[in-house]
């Protein structure tokens, strides 16, 4: 497997960085994850446009001056999936400081670039387990505060909150992590943005301090042009056992439902009849079987 830097080709083991760089020991790192999915036409990226622009967005909020323009990273990821014939994974990309600093802002600007592809078939990976049902359990931990850190942006940092939350969990015996706000309303799981559903109607948190997540935004484009009923809104952690489904949204697990929360069953079976009408239509989405939909896909080759 090649990975990118900086314009070349690598060997995955060949690309390193200092124990001692600044986005090391720092979380200053920046990246992005993005589905490779496999189409009628082959295999294409999923929303690219929107994780290069999600990428620049959290590059400007962190304050790092990226030393390579949108389309040159567009043609770097394309050019790496073809290297690396991706067929259906992911790729991650990253925007990082190398150099070994031992102050709080770095003193040498010096920004790298690293895109990996990673093809499932290859790590014997299969999307159904990703993308199996699971217990959910309410963290203590609460999301960071958008005034103390940029929430929106997807920098390494920042999720020193999602792995305490969800090992927190973990230890409790649930499978995945809800994670409330600061004013004590559900913001997201570790990695993913969460769907309720009672009564036909499907509500989902607000983004004023969650990650705007990509799939998220093309679950409630396709639940409004199903005819479901979906509302943003603020959801308390009280009500969330009176739900009939639930679900998680995410680039690598796309749609994934949620069994029970805190030990209690939502609904049966699992998935419930919407979420899993959404898993269908979000798969015929991947698919490239809804040409209305082909604004989402980046074919590769």
Known sequence: ???????????????????????FGRGSAIFEVLDIVSTQKGPAFFGLDDHINRFFNTAKLVFMDLPITKDELVSALIETARENNMAYGAAKFFAYYPLIEFSVFPANPRIDIAIFCADF??????????????????????????????VHAKVAGNYTNAFLAKAEIIKKGYEDVIILDTSGYIAEGATSNIFFIKDGKIETPTLRNVLPGITRKVAIEVIKDMGYPIKETNISPETLTSYDEAFYSGSLVKIQPITSIEGKTLGSPCPGPITRAIMDKMEDVYSGKIKKYDKWLTWIK
Do not use: Y
């Not at 790590?123 to 387990?129: H, I, L, R, Y």
């Open 1 to 23: 497997m090649k990975a990118w830097i900086n314009g070349e080709f690598v060997d995955w083991d060949k690309a390193e960085v200092s124990i001692l760089s600044h986005s």
């Open 121 to 150: 078939g290859l790590f014997g990976v299969k999307q159904e387990d990703i993308s199996a049902p699971v217990s959910a359990g309410i963290s203590t931990f609460r999301k960071l505060h958008p005034e103390t850190i940029p």
